[in-house]
């Protein structure tokens, strides 16, 4: 049986975070009653001319720069041809010969930890179409369509990957790193679920004796995947289905084909002999698209820490890979992790109390580091507490929840609850000798080598402190204690 | 190069453009006349000459990003053949195209 | 007495020293040249559209301003009228075509908000091939325009209807979209002044795009002194058109003598003898009133339809793919999306605008680009050169307009090549993004022959400035349909 190579290349589309449309000045928010972002020039009307938005070219600079693409000083705009209501002037403005970012890539890492590059072919400037609203169940048994143009015209950036990634796991990580970096560019929202990005698929298989060009082989492309996890889910399928078309003789064929998030299934779209003529030419309506090289090179030095950069940076500064891997995927976390150590010493601690208690309270609550309310500044004072004794770890998880809930300073809710730590040996002095002198035995266990009598004495002390004592100072109390009054004397 | 019927009716596909039998043939006479005589321009030597594809200004004015205001909703859709909740309606999307007639 | 003439027998300078000396009031003025399309329309059949009562309006808020108000509007008093492909908020658009339907335009073409500051009343809308696609005014899908000189002749096209207005003194002023001549051609058949800026010149914002890197929009005039006037109006740079260029500097020349260019590829076979022996005569006017003629040559030029033909529809095919059904004019219903989209089409656009879309698709088809589309825009760069080198020789060239008088009507409509080829001279400006006029020169067997001046980029004043000096020494034109003696 022959032996085959699963090839994927990824198509991702994103918005860009502009106030005005690409080639009009209507807002580009999302949302918003149909058809009110819309203009003679995003409508398509009779008589109308695109002008370019100088700051959807800026953010676009910007991405193609992150990914390590070279930026074309020309570059220049054509038609993109095809009829669909979503698409007014029945072509959509793109860049096709000339886009305006070429050869970058983006560094993926297995978990061996073994870094690879993926090419970044091209990063170019498009429109976005508009919405359709199918009147029925879905686009098969609709009666009709109706279409809001409130999209139509926001600014896009396509880019579009090499076919380098070598299985649907690849490509979840080629994804998930291409999200990073844009997210520390704040070019766009990143929303997958509401379409400000999204991602086709093109996925083949090679024959082991395959020798020809990748582009040859027949390919199907999955289109507009609202996740990564359904990404990797569709090329999980589409590479099985596949697979088992080929054992059994059959050809691929090459088509669309779109993703059943219930089922898991790839169903085909559009057939084969519907194939696409897209009739590009240069947009005669827009001259070329001239950047100075110099703002160029400004654009480049002017970039934010990346996520390759930081990674190697926290690793540097001690912190394990598999900490600093989650940090860096999560720009918020990132830059609260930032704010944090720059007010606090001990990175360990912060790391520690954001990946492990604050996360898990963000998570459960569905929100994240931007807009929880413990801020840096509360979670820093909370381990400054720790740092001085002032509360145990087990009080201060108490104290993280309750500011968490009700947005209180650490101080506020160790005041309200009571809740500070006994540092002060007299204050516990008396507790110390009581606990020993209703324990004979345990303290006899104890001078006899069992070490965990001491515990069963702690724990009796913290008992009755409410917790409040500090261990450490416990154990240290009790056992001068036992030394003073209980030990054999030794002369 | 002569186009026959069935490039023909692939480019009207194209184009969105259905047409019937007694429309074909006389454009077919045209548009291969059209052809023959524009075919004249393989006979130009244009090794190394740059095509206009910019007729004048040699670079694309930039416009600051500042929203102005949209047209109304109802300016917006007046001119809709079939509009319904100020959206405009179209019919049925068959993918891969629609049956003959 | 100027002042006993009718107030539609007057220029476009006329009507408005008038309207500003207080001498005629802006409703009087556009109430004669309402009535004066009432009588010549009805056998001319030049405007799609009168908008009346709108003209009457703007008539009376112009009466209540004052001398300064009305010296400070250049075309403060003048009627005029728009080819029916530019947009003018809230009239009817139809571009020619039942494809647009009732369709009203939202907004204002650039050319339309400067027309209005200016002062100008806009009276209506002119016939035009459909799309402005066609040389006779004939592809027209709503109304037959007719020769003011001979109704049994086209006026020329596709702005014909702007160019039989102006001639048939129903406005002093239009504009008029050139592509490949669609400008100077029709004031050419109709004996009037037509002009086609520098590509750039004027803002392209509104104007129902054919070739969108050939399109202009222009002056259409009785006399050159007007058609410099709404020129300068016009013009300029556009924040809504991105191929409009700044107003930079206009090319200038010196008052003269002058090297014209007389180029031998426009003197060849095809020509009638009528516009040649006007134009050999208003070359030896121009020779006698001490300018050079060297004859040039402008190699490429019979290879300028063939590419004209190729980029053209191929720009067409693509900018007329918005009339689609869904959101603005006609619609066709169908039982799907693709039936409908095919009915519209195919119900919504004539012949001509079918094969040009058909060809135009081609064209840009998989497998074809390179051929043809590709291959033509760089024949266009040598066209483009030809210009440039012989510029460097002469300051103007002068050329016929076109090779022949105004046709029959149904006379060509069987060919499409011959069509074609009724543009060979005016293409090349088009192809090249340079300007041209071209300017009544005389009467070949009672029809009006036009004389075509060409300039560099950028030099359009200096044509005007140019052909004012020839156009004084011609015999004055007598208007066709003009006041009885
Ligand atoms: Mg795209
Ligand atoms: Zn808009």
Same mark, same amino acid.
């Given at each position: 049986?022959?032996q085959?190579?699963?090839?994927?290349?990824? #198509?991702v589309h994103?918005e860009?975070?502009?106030?005005t449309?690409?080639f009009?000045?209507c807002s580009a928010?999302?949302?918003g009653?149909?058809n009110?972002?819309t203009?003679?020039?995003c409508?398509?009307?009779?008589?109308v001319?695109?002008?370019?938005?100088?700051e959807?070219?800026?953010l676009?600079?910007r991405s193609?720069?992150?990914?390590?693409?070279t930026v074309?000083?020309?570059?220049k705009f054509d038609r993109?041809?095809?009829?669909?209501?979503?698409l %007014?002037?029945?072509?959509?403005i793109?860049q096709?010969?000339?886009?305006?970012g070429?050869y970058?890539?983006?560094?993926?890492r297995g978990?061996?930890?073994?870094?690879?590059?993926?090419g970044?072919?091209?990063?170019?400037?498009e429109?976005?179409?508009?919405?359709? *609203?199918?009147?029925?169940?879905?686009?098969?048994?609709?009666?009709g369509? @109706?279409?809001?143009l409130n999209?139509?015209g926001v600014p896009?950036i396509?880019?579009?990957?090499?076919?380098?990634?070598?299985?649907?796991e690849e490509a979840?990580l080629y994804?998930?790193?291409?999200?990073a970096?844009?997210?520390?560019?704040?070019?766009?929202?990143?929303?997958?679920?509401?379409g400000?990005?999204r991602?086709?698929?093109?996925?083949?298989?090679?024959p082991?004796?395959f020798q020809g060009?990748l582009?040859?082989?027949p390919r199907v492309e999955?289109?507009?995947v609202?996740?990564?996890r359904n990404?990797?889910?569709?090329?999980?399928?589409?590479v099985a289905?596949?697979?088992e078309?080929l054992?059994?003789?059959?050809r691929?064929v090459k088509?669309?084909?779109?993703?059943?998030?219930a089922?898991?299934?790839?169903?085909?779209?559009?057939?084969k002999?519907?194939?696409?003529?897209?009739?590009y030419?240069p947009?005669?309506?827009?001259?070329?698209?001239v950047?100075?090289?110099q703002?160029i090179?400004?654009?480049k030095?002017g970039?934010?820490?990346?996520?390759?950069?930081?990674?190697a940076?926290l690793?540097?500064?001690?912190m394990?890979?598999?900490?600093a891997e989650?940090l860096v995927l999560d720009?918020e976390?990132y830059?609260y992790?930032q704010q944090?150590?720059?007010?606090?010493?001990? #990175?360990?601690?912060?790391?520690n109390w954001?990946?492990?208690?604050?996360?898990?309270l963000?998570n459960a609550?569905?929100?994240?580091f931007?807009n929880?309310r413990?801020?840096p500044e509360g979670?820093v004072?909370?381990l400054?507490l720790?740092?001085?004794?002032?509360?145990?770890? !087990?009080?201060a998880?108490?104290?993280l929840?309750?500011?968490?809930e009700?947005?209180?300073?650490?101080?506020?809710?160790?005041?309200? !609850?009571?809740?500070?730590q006994?540092?002060?040996a007299?204050?516990?002095q008396?507790?110390v000798?009581q606990?020993?002198?209703d324990?004979p035995?345990?303290?006899?266990?104890?001078l006899?080598?069992?070490?965990k009598?001491?515990?069963?004495l702690?724990?009796?002390?913290?008992?009755?402190?409410?917790?409040q004592a500090?261990p450490d100072?416990v *154990?240290? $109390?009790?056992k001068?204690?036992?030394?003073?009054d209980y030990?054999?004397?030794q002369? | 190069?002569?186009?026959?019927?069935?490039e023909?009716l692939?480019v009207a596909?194209?184009a969105?453009?259905?047409?019937?039998a007694?429309?074909?043939e006389?454009?077919?006479q045209?548009l291969?006349r059209?052809l023959d005589?524009?075919?004249?321009l393989?006979?130009?030597?244009?090794?190394?000459? &740059?095509?206009?594809?910019?007729?004048?200004a040699?670079?694309a004015?930039l416009r600051?990003?500042?929203?102005?205001a949209?047209?109304s909703?109802?300016?917006a859709?007046?001119?809709g053949?079939?509009?319904e909740?100020?959206m405009?309606?179209v019919?049925?999307i068959?993918?891969g195209?629609?049956?003959d007639e | /007495?100027?002042?006993k003439?009718? @107030?539609?027998d007057h220029d476009?300078?006329?009507l408005?020293d008038l309207?500003c000396e207080?001498?005629a009031s802006a &409703?009087e003025?556009?109430t004669s040249?309402?009535?004066r399309?009432?009588?010549?329309?009805?056998s001319?059949?030049a405007?799609?559209?009168?908008?009346?009562?709108g003209?009457?309006?703007?008539?009376?808020r112009?009466?209540?301003w004052s001398?300064?108000?009305?010296? &400070?509007r250049? $075309?403060?008093?003048?009627?005029?009228a728009l080819?029916d492909?530019?947009?003018?908020?809230?009239m009817?658009?139809?571009?020619?075509s039942?494809?647009?339907?009732e369709f009203?335009?939202?907004y204002?073409?650039?050319?339309?908000?400067?027309?209005?500051?200016?002062?100008?009343m806009?009276?209506?809308?002119? *016939?035009l091939?459909?799309f402005a696609?066609?040389?006779?005014? #004939?592809?027209?899908?709503?109304?037959?325009t007719?020769n003011p000189?001979?109704?049994s002749?086209?006026?020329?096209?596709?702005?014909?209807g702007?160019?039989?207005?102006?001639?048939?003194?129903m406005?002093p002023?239009?504009?008029?979209?050139?592509?490949?001549?669609s400008?100077r051609q029709?004031?050419?058949?109709?004996?009037?002044?037509?002009?086609k800026?520098t590509?750039g010149r004027?803002?392209?914002?509104g104007l129902?795009?054919?070739?969108s890197?050939?399109?202009?929009?222009g002056?259409?005039t009785r006399s050159?002194r007007?058609?410099?006037?709404?020129?300068?109006v016009?013009?300029?740079?556009d924040?809504?058109d991105s191929t409009a260029?700044?107003?930079?500097?206009?090319?200038?020349?010196?008052?003269?003598p002058?090297r014209i260019?007389?180029?031998?590829e426009y003197?060849?076979?095809?020509?009638?003898?009528g516009v040649?022996q006007v134009?050999e005569?208003?070359?030896e006017?121009?020779?006698?009133?001490?300018?050079?003629l060297?004859?040039?040559?402008?190699?490429?030029t019979?290879?300028a339809i063939a590419?004209y033909?190729?980029?053209?529809p191929a &720009?067409?095919?693509s900018?007329?793919?918005?009339?689609d059904?869904?959101?603005?004019?006609m619609?066709?219903e169908?039982?799907d999306l693709v039936t /409908?989209?095919?009915k519209t089409?195919d119900?919504?656009?004539g012949?001509?605008v079918?094969r040009r879309?058909l060809?135009?698709?081609?064209?840009?088809?998989?497998?074809?680009y390179?051929?043809?589309?590709?291959t033509?825009?760089k024949v266009r760069t040598?066209i483009?050169?030809?210009?440039d080198?012989a510029f460097r020789?002469?300051?103007f060239?002068?050329t016929?307009?076109?090779?022949?008088v105004?046709?029959?009507?149904?006379e060509?409509d069987?060919? %499409?090549?011959?069509?074609?080829?009724g543009?060979?001279?005016?293409?090349?400006?088009n192809?090249a993004?340079?300007p041209?006029?071209?300017?009544?020169?005389g009467?070949?067997?009672?029809?009006?022959?036009?004389?075509?001046?060409?300039? %560099?980029?950028l030099g359009?004043l200096?044509l005007?400035?140019?052909a004012?000096t020839?156009?004084t020494?011609?015999?004055?034109?007598?208007?066709p349909?003009?006041v009885?003696e």
């Amino acid at each position: 049986m022959n032996q085959y190579q699963v090839i994927v290349g990824l #198509e991702v589309h994103v918005e860009l975070k502009t106030a005005t449309k690409l080639f009009c000045s209507c807002s580009a928010a999302f949302g918003g009653e149909p058809n009110t972002h819309t203009c003679p020039v995003c409508l398509g009307m009779p008589g109308v001319l695109p002008v370019i938005n100088q700051e959807a070219i800026r953010l676009a600079t910007r991405s193609a720069l992150a990914l390590n693409c070279t930026v074309r000083a020309v570059s220049k705009f054509d038609r993109k041809q095809y009829f669909y209501p979503d698409l %007014p002037k029945a072509y959509q403005i793109s860049q096709y010969d000339q886009p305006l970012g070429e050869y970058g890539w983006v560094t993926i890492r297995g978990a061996d930890g073994a870094a690879k590059k993926i090419g970044v072919r091209r990063v170019h400037v498009e429109e976005d179409a508009g919405k359709l *609203n199918h009147l029925g169940q879905r686009l098969g048994d609709a009666t009709g369509s @109706l279409v809001d143009l409130n999209r139509a015209g926001v600014p896009l950036i396509e880019i579009v990957s090499d076919p380098d990634l070598r299985s649907a796991e690849e490509a979840r990580l080629y994804l998930t790193e291409l999200r990073a970096v844009l997210s520390y560019l704040d070019i766009s929202d990143l929303r997958m679920e509401e379409g400000s990005m999204r991602c086709d698929a093109n996925v083949s298989l090679r024959p082991a004796d395959f020798q020809g060009n990748l582009e040859d082989l027949p390919r199907v492309e999955i289109k507009n995947v609202n996740s990564i996890r359904n990404v990797q889910r569709g090329i999980e399928y589409e590479v099985a289905r596949q697979r088992e078309l080929l054992a059994a003789g059959e050809r691929i064929v090459k088509e669309t084909r779109g993703f059943d998030d219930a089922t898991g299934k790839t169903y085909s779209q559009r057939s084969k002999e519907e194939a696409n003529d897209y009739r590009y030419f240069p947009e005669p309506d827009l001259p070329p698209l001239v950047l100075d090289p110099q703002w160029i090179a400004d654009m480049k030095r002017g970039l934010p820490a990346l996520p390759d950069a930081i990674r190697a940076n926290l690793i540097d500064r001690g912190m394990p890979e598999k900490d600093a891997e989650v940090l860096v995927l999560d720009r918020e976390a990132y830059e609260y992790w930032q704010q944090a150590t720059a007010l606090f010493q001990d #990175e360990r601690l912060v790391t520690n109390w954001m990946l492990s208690d604050l996360s898990r309270l963000i998570n459960a609550r569905g929100e994240s580091f931007a807009n929880s309310r413990v801020r840096p500044e509360g979670l820093v004072a909370l381990l400054g507490l720790i740092q001085s004794g002032t509360l145990s770890g !087990r009080m201060a998880k108490e104290v993280l929840e309750a500011m968490f809930e009700t947005g209180q300073s650490a101080s506020q809710v160790v005041k309200d !609850r009571g809740l500070s730590q006994i540092t002060d040996a007299s204050a516990i002095q008396s507790i110390v000798d009581q606990v020993l002198k209703d324990n004979p035995a345990v303290v006899q266990d104890y001078l006899s080598g069992k070490e965990k009598a001491l515990a069963f004495l702690v724990g009796q002390v913290m008992k009755q402190t409410r917790g409040q004592a500090k261990p450490d100072l416990v *154990n240290q $109390l009790l056992k001068d204690s036992i030394q003073k009054d209980y030990a054999p004397s030794q002369d | 190069m002569e186009l026959s019927d069935r490039e023909i009716l692939h480019v009207a596909r194209l184009a969105r453009l259905r047409l019937t039998a007694d429309e074909l043939e006389p454009l077919r006479q045209d548009l291969n006349r059209v052809l023959d005589y524009v075919s004249q321009l393989q006979s130009l030597d244009l090794a190394g000459v &740059e095509p206009t594809l910019h007729a004048a200004a040699d670079q694309a004015p930039l416009r600051k990003d500042i929203e102005t205001a949209s047209l109304s909703v109802a300016e917006a859709t007046k001119n809709g053949p079939k509009v319904e909740q100020h959206m405009f309606l179209v019919p049925r999307i068959m993918e891969g195209g629609s049956d003959d007639e | /007495m100027t002042s006993k003439k009718p @107030l539609w027998d007057h220029d476009a300078h006329s009507l408005h020293d008038l309207f500003c000396e207080g001498a005629a009031s802006a &409703e009087e003025i556009v109430t004669s040249h309402l009535e004066r399309i009432r009588s010549a329309d009805s056998s001319v059949g030049a405007f799609l559209y009168v908008d009346e009562a709108g003209a009457l309006e703007e008539a009376r808020r112009q009466d209540r301003w004052s001398a300064v108000e009305r010296r &400070e509007r250049p $075309l403060a008093g003048v009627p005029v009228a728009l080819k029916d492909n530019i947009v003018a908020q809230g009239m009817p658009t139809t571009a020619g075509s039942k494809i647009l339907g009732e369709f009203r335009s939202p907004y204002d073409a650039t050319v339309v908000v400067k027309l209005k500051q200016a002062g100008a009343m806009i009276v209506g809308k002119t *016939n035009l091939d459909e799309f402005a696609m066609g040389s006779s005014t #004939e592809h027209s899908a709503l109304a037959e325009t007719r020769n003011p000189w001979d109704v049994s002749r086209v006026p020329g096209g596709s702005s014909g209807g702007s160019a039989a207005a102006v001639a048939a003194q129903m406005v002093p002023l239009a504009l008029g979209s050139d592509t490949g001549g669609s400008i100077r051609q029709p004031a050419s058949y109709c004996g009037i002044v037509g002009m086609k800026p520098t590509y750039g010149r004027v803002s392209r914002y509104g104007l129902i795009a054919f070739a969108s890197s050939l399109d202009q929009i222009g002056p259409m005039t009785r006399s050159i002194r007007d058609a410099r006037l709404l020129y300068e109006v016009i013009k300029g740079a556009d924040a809504h058109d991105s191929t409009a260029l700044a107003l930079g500097e206009e090319r200038t020349v010196s008052q003269g003598p002058w090297r014209i260019g007389v180029p031998r590829e426009y003197f060849g076979e095809g020509m009638e003898a009528g516009v040649r022996q006007v134009t050999e005569a208003a070359l030896e006017r121009l020779r006698s009133m001490g300018h050079e003629l060297v004859e040039i040559s402008l190699p490429h030029t019979p290879y300028a339809i063939a590419a004209y033909y190729l980029i053209a529809p191929a &720009e067409a095919s693509s900018n007329l793919s918005r009339y689609d059904g869904v959101r603005y004019g006609m619609r066709a219903e169908g039982r799907d999306l693709v039936t /409908m989209y095919e009915k519209t089409r195919d119900e919504g656009f004539g012949a001509e605008v079918k094969r040009r879309i058909l060809l135009g698709t081609h064209a840009l088809s998989a497998g074809y680009y390179d051929a043809y589309y590709l291959t033509a825009q760089k024949v266009r760069t040598l066209i483009r050169q030809d210009f440039d080198y012989a510029f460097r020789e002469v300051d103007f060239i002068v050329t016929p307009t076109t090779p022949d008088v105004a046709f029959r009507r149904g006379e060509r409509d069987d060919d %499409p090549i011959k069509m074609y080829l009724g543009d060979v001279y005016t293409v090349t400006a088009n192809l090249a993004g340079i300007p041209g006029l071209s300017i009544p020169a005389g009467l070949a067997d009672g029809l009006p022959v036009g004389l075509q001046w060409l300039a %560099p980029r950028l030099g359009d004043l200096s044509l005007f400035d140019a052909a004012a000096t020839l156009e004084t020494q011609l015999e004055p034109m007598v208007w066709p349909m003009g006041v009885d003696e």
